[in-house]
């Protein structure tokens, strides 16, 4: 059985940076992170398989957020930058123990194991 514990949400203003955490056990085939803000659908943000080879960023946050994987410490975190009140959102740490594809990584219904969620504030 695979858990999961995130952490490190906070409210900020735009143009600010978080660094979220997540803390896992288990084996596992594809770690990422989702968010969902309220009235909207869960979307994936950014994921790295379980060996750290292969990542997937979705095009809204490329360029501003890096996943990564410190295996040692079975962390897994999402380093936010030039944050936007469009991040605003419930972040969710998931993972999957079982094959994917690369164009299905974001979609929510083939993941399996979901942390319990870390609230993500950003002000205009």
């Known amino acids: 059985q695979v858990q999961l514990v995130e952490s490190g949400g906070g409210s900020v203003q735009a143009g600010g940076s978080l660094r979220l955490s997540c803390v896992y056990v288990g084996d596992t085939t594809l770690m990422g992170w989702f968010r969902q803000a309220p009235g909207k659908e869960r979307e994936g943000v950014a994921a790295?398989?379980?060996?750290?080879?292969?990542?997937y960023y979705a095009d809204s946050v490329k360029g501003r957020f890096t996943i990564s994987l410190d295996i040692a410490k079975n962390t897994m975190y999402l380093e936010m930058n030039r944050l936007k009140p469009e991040d605003t959102a419930m972040y969710y740490c998931a993972a999957k123990t079982s094959a994917w594809y690369d164009d299905n990584w974001h979609r929510s219904e083939i993941w399996s194991i979901w942390g319990q969620g870390t609230q993500v504030t950003v002000s205009s």
């Open positions: 790295v398989s379980a060996g750290g080879t292969i990542t």
